[in-house]
């Protein structure tokens, strides 16, 4: 290897580094340049593996900021063709991590599959991957409302990397504090909850403070604590409108409804569910069953 290219691999090296530290402090603008200059040193360099493990990362953010449209094909691609254990890895969980935020639990749970099956060809096994892919087997149990077994992977998640940097340990706590305020277990779902949020808002996650108020709305609910619920859904509700996510549009819409209704303010719940129904066009009646009926023992915030 000569001069230049020495250089370019050292350079690639230290901004990969560089881009791992800024998305695990959740920075996640800095992580996205510093992994575009990856790919830079890796077309100047000629190495196509290298420019596949550069794009990986790439996506891998783009999917924490919501931006995931356009990315399946080229993830396919690096799948089928690459002979890098790593690459395919990270391709098939980045995959799986698309897949999931779609609800779409069959093609995700394929792709899951196969990043495990090559993560237990690494040999000694990695800790890192260890706890990412036991959180993610945790998301596709949350998404069939499998809740003791989600909540045990998260489990699982958190002692496989004792490491884990902060940001990752707060996605976990979240998963994990939803499935306890699921199963009654109010006193840690709230502790884990509220420990993620802290986390949570000096990042760029907005996906995941979002959830954090949705989960917090939804316990406090169970619990009676109707005021403070209703704050938490309000700020749910602003975050889901920002980054354009529907679901959680039409979560916070519900328990706002639920939050008022319980308060006494029927107009506040009639106004919320109405929103509601306006997303729900073939179900012309939901809005009167909603205020007469709650329905929050067949939610499920994640699906």
């Known amino acids: ?11 690639f090296d230290e901004l990969r580094a560089e881009g791992k530290q800024a998305a695990e402090e959740g920075r996640l603008s800095d992580a996205l340049k510093l992994y575009q200059a990856c790919a830079e040193r890796a077309a100047a360099l000629g190495e196509r593996d290298l420019a596949d493990l550069a794009f990986c990362n790439r996506c891998a953010i783009e999917i924490s900021l919501g931006r995931h449209e356009g990315l399946i094909r080229d993830l396919r691609d690096i799948l089928s063709r690459s002979t890098d254990r790593l690459n395919r890895l990270v391709a098939a969980y980045n995959l799986a991590r698309i897949y999931e935020l779609r609800n779409d639990v069959r093609k995700g749970l394929l792709y899951s599959r196969i990043a495990r099956g090559e993560h237990e060809k690494h040999t000694p096994p990695s800790a890192y991957w260890e706890g990412i892919l036991r959180n993610q087997a945790g998301c596709f149990l949350l998404l069939q409302s499998r809740f003791d077994e989600a909540a045990e992977e998260y489990r699982r998640a958190l002692a496989a990397d004792p ?30 909850v509220y420990r993620s949020l802290r986390i949570h808002r000096r990042s760029e996650l907005v996906r995941e403070q979002m959830l954090g108020h949705l989960d917090l709305c939804y316990g406090l609910l169970e619990v009676g604590r109707h005021r403070p619920a209703r704050r938490h859904g309000v700020r749910a509700l602003a975050l889901a409108e920002r980054i354009g996510d529907q679901l959680g549009l039409k979560n916070a819409l519900y328990l706002l409804g639920e939050a008022a209704h319980l308060l006494g303010d029927d107009d ?17 009646f939901l809005s009167d069953l909603l205020m007469a009926v709650d329905l929050r023992q067949m939610l499920n915030l994640r699906a």
């Open 163 to 192: 490491q884990m940097p902060e940001s990752r340990l707060a996605v976990a706590w979240l998963n994990l504090g939803y499935c306890c305020l699921v199963l009654g277990d109010h006193r840690q779902g709230f502790a884990l």
């Open 1 to 11: 290897m000569d001069t230049t290219e020495t250089r370019l691999r050292a350079q």
């Open 268 to 284: 506040e719940a009639r106004a919320c569910f109405d929103r509601l129904q306006a997303l729900f066009p073939a179900t012309p």
